[in-house]
Every structure is written in structure tokens, then in C-alpha cells.
């Protein structure tokens, strides 16, 4: 989706419709337009962002409430301020309610690991006391929005703690599978996903521990030292990050940028 297009569909509040994106909604959502912001490298400098991160912080502070569907089963309202938290300080949003809501999340997971390891019986235990008994269960700790918001937060034993558990579990809503077990087929959209997942799990990494990801990719270079995925199609949020891909080397280039990016920080 092109900056242009996404401005002539958002709403006067700065909203795009429903803020939640699920798996199987290919309709556009708030979530998707900031994904897509995030992807493009975009901040809360651009007009069409910080009218958007506007919005976000008025649903956090409840002045707006999102259109979306309220799921029963989990505490939505403090599933909602997780959301809207998350967008806002991966933006570099600085907010007072931002960094209570981060500081209860830092607390539930570090209160959860027991002689080094995380411990899901004593997570469950610990989410109630401090998010409270609404909802039938627990919100993931191993979602996005969690891993996102605990970034540079946790004290290291459980920072390590924490890492094993996210990378035995996958981060929920971008790549919910095993991240020590390597995508089959690297030309596919699996492997972008989970790259996305790696990214964003690798500031809890200690040094050498994603080598293997390293390795993966450096034999997945072709033998000009790029990596090529003939296979793989825009989507509209990841890619393209050029104008298009009519062009064969448009699309070579948003690929490297993207793995370069990820590579770096292994």
C-alpha cells in the first residue's frame, strides 16, 4: 500500500476502521496502516503518522473507542491498552500511561521465572493478580505486543529466561511456530515472516545465540551475494518498499534491504 493511498482512506479521527487485524481479514485496519507505516521506516514526523498515533493515544486514553469486536475470552480492556501501548512505543511515543502499562507487563513476566526459566503455571498466577480475573484466559506472553513493549526493559536472567521461552514458542500474530526451527522453503512468505519474528526477538538474544540464523541466510545467498526470492509476492505491507515490482531489480533490492536489516542485528 503507497503513503498516498492510505491517506486518502483514513478517517478524520486518523483511523482507518477496526484497529485489530486478524490473520484472515485482508481488509484494512488501523494495525495494518501503522505495520505498514513501521515497515517504510516512517515516524511520528510524517503528517499521515502522527495524525494516526494521534488517534492511537485518544484509544488509550478512551476518549475514541475502537469499532472492534470485544472477545470475551480474554480481558479486552486490558488486552485494548496493550495494543494501543505497543504502537505507541514502537513509534517513540513517550506517554505516562505507555510506561505504567509497560512497567505491569515487566512485572508479570519477570515475576513468572522460577531458578532461571520462565514458568507459565507461575505466569498464569501472576497475570490475575495484576491484570485482574476478567476473561476466561490469560493473554499470551510470547505475542507480539508483549515482546514489542518489553524491548530494553528486562534485567537479564530474565531477559535470557524470557528469549528461550519466545523462541520455543514463536511470537504470536507474526510467526507463531518453533524460531529454532528454520522455515523449509526459504523463497516463501514464511521466511519473511519469520525474519519479522527474529527481528524482533533479537534484542533479547545474547551474543552468538541467533548465529545459526546467520548461517541460514549466508547459504541462501545466491552466487552474486544477494539473496533472490522469485517465488515470493507483494503484499501490500511488508513489500514492496520501492514503487513497485514490475522491475525484477525494484523487488532484488526491497528483499536485501529487508534481510540486510535483519542480518545486522544478529
Not at 500500500?1 to 482512506?9: C, D, N, Q, R, T
Not at 530494553?152 to 510467526?175: D, H, Q, S, W
Not at 546467520?214 to 517465488?231: F, G, Q, V, Y
Not at 501490500?236 to 523487488?251: H, L, Q, Y
Request: glycine share 2%.
Amino acid at each position: 500500500m503507497k503513503i498516498e493511498y492510505l491517506a486518502s482512506i483514513q478517517n478524520i479521527d486518523g483511523g482507518f476502521g477496526r484497529f485489530h487485524s486478524m490473520s484472515s481479514d485482508r481488509s484494512i485496519t488501523t494495525e495494518k496502516a501503522l505495520r505498514r507505516f513501521w515497515l517504510l521506516n516512517l515516524n511520528k514526523d510524517n503528517p499521515i503518522v502522527n495524525k494516526c498515533l494521534n488517534y492511537v493515544k485518544k484509544c488509550l486514553y478512551k476518549e475514541i473507542i475502537i469499532p472492534d469486536r470485544r472477545e470475551k475470552v480474554i480481558n479486552w480492556d486490558v488486552f485494548e491498552e496493550l495494543m494501543f501501548s505497543c504502537w505507541l512505543n514502537l513509534f517513540q511515543i513517550e506517554d505516562e500511561k505507555v510506561s505504567s502499562i509497560k512497567q505491569k507487563w515487566k512485572d508479570s513476566i519477570e515475576q513468572s521465572v522460577i531458578d532461571n526459566k520462565f514458568d507459565y503455571t507461575e505466569y498464569k498466577k501472576q497475570y490475575r493478580l495484576i491484570f485482574g480475573n476478567q476473561g476466561l484466559r490469560e493473554i499470551s506472553p510470547s505475542n507480539f505486543y508483549v515482546v514489542s513493549l518489553l524491548t530494553n526493559t528486562l534485567c537479564p536472567p530474565v531477559k535470557r529466561a524470557y528469549f528461550k521461552f519466545v523462541m520455543e514458542k514463536g511470537i504470536y500474530y507474526i510467526y507463531n511456530n518453533n524460531l529454532y526451527e528454520l522455515p523449509l522453503i526459504f523463497d516463501s512468505k514464511n521466511t519473511i515472516y519469520y525474519l519479522l519474528a527474529i527481528k524482533f526477538i533479537a534484542p533479547f538474544s545474547k551474543e552468538n545465540d541467533l548465529n545459526f540464523v546467520k548461517e541460514w541466510l549466508d547459504n541462501n545467498r545466491t552466487s552474486k551475494e544477494m539473496w533472490e526470492m522469485p517465488n515470493l509476492k507483494p503484499d501490500g505491507i511488508v513489500f514492496p518498499t520501492s514503487e513497485n515490482w514490475r522491475r525484477s531489480d525494484n523487488k532484488i533490492s526491497d528483499i536485501n534491504t529487508f534481510i540486510n536489516d535483519v542480518f545486522s542485528i544478529l
